[in-house]
């Protein structure tokens, strides 16, 4: 319903300019029903003004009270919504709409300067800094609708139709005024011009913000806290950047965190993603990248569930042609502190990379990795990851660490540590593995690949944790589907068990992609992105509501894909297969969670040796030291996360133990 406006009383007019307030034209200030005079004092008037009540009462720290107004500032073609507090504006607030009960108190400028699009249509250089990978931010980009903009450069039917979906949308929010949400505190606030802000946002002590959005929302509100600069750019809605962070032309998604001085310029953060005290620069930061230490510097590179070590480094340009390379690190990849990587290079998803690598290596097919310098050579250990404690509790904290209370979420991200994804990758890892034996001979001492190289015992350990991965992911998809929705297994016969095997759809049975969070086939983003080359989608809520169905029908794709594949791994053909050959199956399922589990266990049990003791016990004897370390780090068995593993044992032997009762049935 919109609000009725009356012009002021005479009355009115003399108790304003009594309170020494003076207008331009009087004529021109219009208020709603409950304006009160009375808590206007000090204000001068131009343009289009329009005010509404003020019997809003401020609680603020400390028991302190104050009650709605506006005193000490300059407002030109602004409107005021009811019971606001407006303070000590040192110059003006010019151009905008303010809502309902909002405080503002000792701001610099607060304004808009002609038309703009509040941040939404700047297009970032991502990855390469000299261009030809842009991204137009809008705050209804996603990290997948990013990644294939940016990447999906051989398609160029397909980015210029979704530039002008993005520019479309960002000239749709073209406007000279700017608006403040509700519930909004800006206090403090050195400078803001051309800055859009949401419900519920709290902006303290920022010292500048100029083109931009910030997507505050009730549930999920933004705050922007002391010191911040930012440029260009969106931030939305759950985030919270402070402490003298600056920022240039970025797209902060939901629920991030930036801190303690960091800075950035043309990258893209997406949810959940940290930063503090280091530097990006022409980063892409799928879900969950973070870093916290000094001298950090993440540049060109694209990441996604990855933490970056104190020191992490990566170089872009080899000073020939300037700064045009980028690199890779898959979901799930980390650095050591110090580690250095010359682009362009391409890392396995769940690896991690340790010393001072300069040879351009790919290992995307030898995922789960560790990738070490020795004696200026890279080594590569494959699939050793799988069996670390630290991947495992990587896995279980995303999922707690989604601090996003939006419903409206931007990102689809699935935090799946086995997928058709990665499963593909160790297929093709197992392959190559056996291909790199076979071609150099059993014998060998240290096999090369892609610029690496893998000693005999990494290389046949690697194939033996590749299997286990395989074999835990088919199980888990195989007991899954026989489960149904209701928990139970039941197949009383060959027949029956066809019937609960059959795919619901033949979409999945490819290859598939993980579009920075979203992992889906790879046939379903070609027709997509078909669908916005014909001009069959032409939004951005199109797009998004393509994206929230792959990801709603992520377990049904799986399934078809282990459906596909269940004949090149074992030999069995799924249509055909017999009580027997699921038994066996679930058997081999078994086998491979407990064995994986026993040796995340193993892995667990070093963080508890007589050498992770050192330091503990000061000025004591062993057994001091052992009760010193006992008491800040608990014992073993007692360890809560060595409790779930072994929990975990006893579950899926005891799940497996009733599929197979049942299907012996």
Request: glycine share 10%; proline share 2%; aromatic share 8%.
């Amino acid at each position: 319903m919109m609000k009725e406006y009356r012009k002021l009383s005479a009355q009115e007019i003399a108790l304003l300019e009594n309170a020494g307030c003076t207008a331009e034209n009087w004529d021109c200030v219009e208020v709603s029903e409950g304006f009160d005079a009375e808590s206007i004092r000090n204000v001068n008037f131009s343009g289009t003004v329009r005010l509404g009540s003020s019997g809003h009462i401020f609680k603020l720290p400390g028991g302190i009270c104050r009650k709605a107004g506006i005193s000490d500032a300059t407002l030109h073609n602004v409107t005021v919504g009811d019971g606001c507090l407006i303070r000590n504006v040192h110059n003006y607030i010019a151009n905008y709409e303010i809502g309902d009960r909002c405080f503002i108190e000792n701001v610099g400028v607060m304004v808009v300067d002609g038309e703009c699009s509040f941040g939404n249509g700047v297009r970032i250089s991502v990855l390469n800094e000299t261009g030809g990978r842009e991204v137009t931010i809008t705050e209804r980009l996603s990290s997948h609708l990013a990644y294939m903009t940016a990447l999906y450069r051989h398609r160029p039917e397909f980015i210029a139709n979704v530039e002008k979906i993005s520019s479309d949308y960002a000239a749709s929010l073209r406007s000279s005024v700017g608006w403040i949400g509700n519930d909004v505190r800006i206090v403090n606030v050195q400078y803001i011009a051309g800055v859009r802000i949401g419900d519920s946002a709290r902006v303290e002590g920022a010292a500048k913000l100029v083109n931009g959005t910030v997507v505050s929302k009730p549930e999920a509100p933004v705050y922007i806290g002391n010191g911040v600069i930012c440029t260009d750019f969106i931030i939305c809605s759950d985030s919270r950047i402070e402490d003298g962070v600056m920022m240039s032309r970025c797209f902060v998604g939901q629920a991030c965190r930036f801190g303690h001085g960091y800075s950035a310029s043309d990258s893209l953060f997406f949810c959940n993603c940290q930063g503090e005290n280091g530097e990006a620069c022409a980063i892409f930061a799928g879900p969950y990248t973070v870093t916290h230490h000094k001298s950090t510097l993440l540049i060109a590179g694209m990441f996604s569930f990855m933490n970056a070590g104190s020191g992490s480094n990566q170089s872009n340009h080899m000073y020939k042609l300037g700064p045009i390379h980028q690199g890779t690190l898959e979901r799930g990849a980390k650095t050591a502190s110090d580690s250095y990587i010359l682009w362009p290079s391409r890392v396995g998803a769940f690896s991690l990379v340790m010393g001072r690598h300069v040879t351009h290596s790919d290992t995307t097919n030898l995922p789960f990795s560790y990738i070490i310098e020795n004696k200026n050579a890279t080594y590569l250990v494959p699939g050793v990851n799988l069996k670390s404690v630290g991947t495992i509790r990587d896995a279980q904290k995303w999922p707690k660490r989604d601090g996003r209370h939006d419903s409206d979420r931007l990102d689809y991200v699935n935090c799946n540590l086995l997928s058709p994804f990665t499963v593909q990758k160790m297929m093709k890892g197992l392959a190559t593995l056996e291909g790199l034996r076979s071609a150099s001979g059993e014998l060998s001492d240290v096999y090369s690949f892609h610029s690496t190289k893998i000693s005999n015992s990494s290389l046949h350990k690697g194939m033996g944790y590749y299997r286990t991965a395989i074999d835990k992911f088919m199980g888990n998809s195989l007991i899954s589907r026989l489960q149904g929705s209701n928990g139970e297994i039941c197949a009383d016969s060959d027949e029956e068990l066809h019937s609960i095997l059959k795919p619901d759809s033949p979409t999945g049975s490819g290859e598939w992609v993980d579009l920075s969070g979203l992992i889906a086939p790879k046939s379903e983003i070609n027709s997509l992105m078909k669908a916005v080359e014909k001009g069959e989608i032409t939004t951005l809520a199109q797009i998004g509501e393509a994206f929230r169905r792959l990801s709603e029908n992520y377990y049904s794709y799986e399934w078809t894909w282990v459906f596909q594949h269940i004949q090149e791994v074992y030999g069995i053909n799924p249509s055909k297969m017999t009580r027997e050959d699921a038994i066996s199956l679930i058997e081999r399922w078994k086998e491979a969670v407990v064995n994986l589990d026993r040796m995340v266990y193993e892995d667990a049990r070093k963080e508890f040796n007589l050498a992770s003791m050192t330091g503990y016990g000061a000025d004591g004897n062993r057994e001091q030291k052992e009760l010193d370390f006992e008491n800040v780090r608990g014992d073993f068995e007692n360890n809560s996360f060595v409790s779930t593993i072994l929990k975990h044992i006893e579950t899926k032997s005891a799940l497996g133990d009733r599929a197979i009762a049942a299907l012996q049935k």
